[in-house]
Nanobody
Framework: QVQLVESGGDLVQAGGSLVLSCVAS????????MGWFRQAPGKQRELVAY???????YYADAVKGRFTIARSIAGNTVSLHMYSLKAEDTAVYLC?????????????WGHGTQVTVSS
């Protein structure tokens, strides 16, 4: 099993920036990709970005050009650098990992970290 622990959530003004971090432990060597999801009140959970072992990245249209995902060389830490934050970015951000494929199933989840953007 893979355990994920997020940190970095905070209250920030619109236009500001924030960095989220996630550390994987346990069977981290089995991870094929790590990513970030977010869930706002009353909305479905949505994929924000992910990065594969090979370095390939994906970004949701809503965050392209504003967010950057990065992974440590060791592969067990993923960060999400968020810039030009908007009120609509307010959500609980969850770190996720897949030992299968990012296109198939995300099988490990963190508990989430709250990001609140004030307008």
């Amino acid at each position: 099993q893979v355990q994920l622990v997020e940190s970095g959530g905070d209250l920030v003004q619109a236009g500001g920036s924030l960095v989220l971090s996630c550390v994987a432990s346990g069977s981290a060597a089995r991870i094929k990709a790590m990513g970030w999801f977010r869930q706002a009140p009353g909305k479905q959970r949505e994929l924000v970005a992910y990065i594969s072992n090979g370095g390939a990245t994906y970004y949701a249209d809503a965050v392209k050009g504003r967010f950057t995902i990065a992974r440590s060389i060791a592969g067990n830490t993923v960060s999400l650098h968020m810039y030009s934050l908007k009120a609509e970015d307010t959500a609980v951000y969850l770190c996720a990992a897949t030992t299968i494929s990012p296109d198939t199933e995300w099988d490990s989840w963190g508990h989430g970290t709250q990001v609140t953007v004030s307008s």
